[in-house]
Structures are given as C-alpha cells and as structure tokens.
C-alpha cells in the first residue's frame, strides 16, 4: 500500500514485532546490510542481546546457526521476524521504532542499548547518503538515464 509519502508501514504491527520478536532483522534498499537485534537473555543474564549491523545471509536457518556460533548460551530463536525498511535513516529514527526495542531491553534485562541504536542509526544514515551520491553520479549498481558527456545546448529559433 502506498500513501502521500510512499510506501505505509503498518507501525503498530512493527510494534507489535518488537513487543514479541526475540531475533528481529532489518533490511533496507539503501545498503546489502541488516540490522540484527537479538532481543534474547541467556540463562544466568551474563551475555547482551545482539544489536548490530551484520551482513546478510541466505534464511533464517542460516541467520539461526549465526546465532547458534555467536551466541551459544542462548537457546534457538523461537520467533525470527524479518522485514524491509521501506524509508529512509531518518524516518526510522523517527518512527521510535529503536525507541521501542531500547525500552523493551531497558525493561526485560536492564540493559541500555540505545548508545548503540544512535551508533547503528549513524551508519545508516553515512550508508544511505553514499548510496544516493552513488546513484546521482551513476557509479557501478547504477544506470544514468542522461549523461553531461556529450551533451551539447541546441538554439531552436522559434518557427
């Protein structure tokens, strides 16, 4: 579905997936990379959940085995949410979205995340305006529809 200002997310379903989410993956048209929240506690409360930019793999049983390697205090994931950010850095700012998972971590482990949700939220962003220099100035992954290259100003006097 799309608005005024593009693609509409459902936000209360994406608050919805966080409330109950524990491995939540981000996706964005912007950069290959996702952003991992690992929202899980381990037995004795020792390890801290994963909040991250990781790079993406093939599925989720790929992404639980990661986890499996990465993590292996903590039992497999039972619920392994995935969706593509339709918007930009700024508007997932914006959105409290973050916001949401760093209260939820404040509240269920005592732990403060959100120094690394603004750290991640600043990559995004310098990820996003490379991506758009890039594509302005037609570097590789992109076609540009015109080129100054050969362009050359034509007088048409009127008829």
Known sequence: MYGDNGPVLD?????????????????FDFTHD??????????????????????????STERTLWLQERR???????RFIFFTWPHTADFLRDSSLFDMVARRLQHEQGVDVRG??????????????????????????FETIWSRKGHQRRWYPDA
């Open 72 to 78: 292996p205090e903590v039992a497999p994931p039972e």
């Open 116 to 141: 690394d949700l603004g750290d991640i939220l600043g990559e995004l962003r310098r990820r996003e305006r490379a991506d758009t220099r890039s594509a302005v100035a037609g570097a590789e992954g």
């Open 34 to 59: 996702r952003v991992l929240l690992d929202l899980r506690a381990d037995p004795d409360g020792m390890t801290a959940p994963v909040v991250e930019i990781v790079e993406p793999l093939g599925s």
């Open 11 to 27: 936000l209360d379903s994406a608050a919805e997936a966080i409330a109950e989410a524990e491995v939540l993956v981000i996706g």
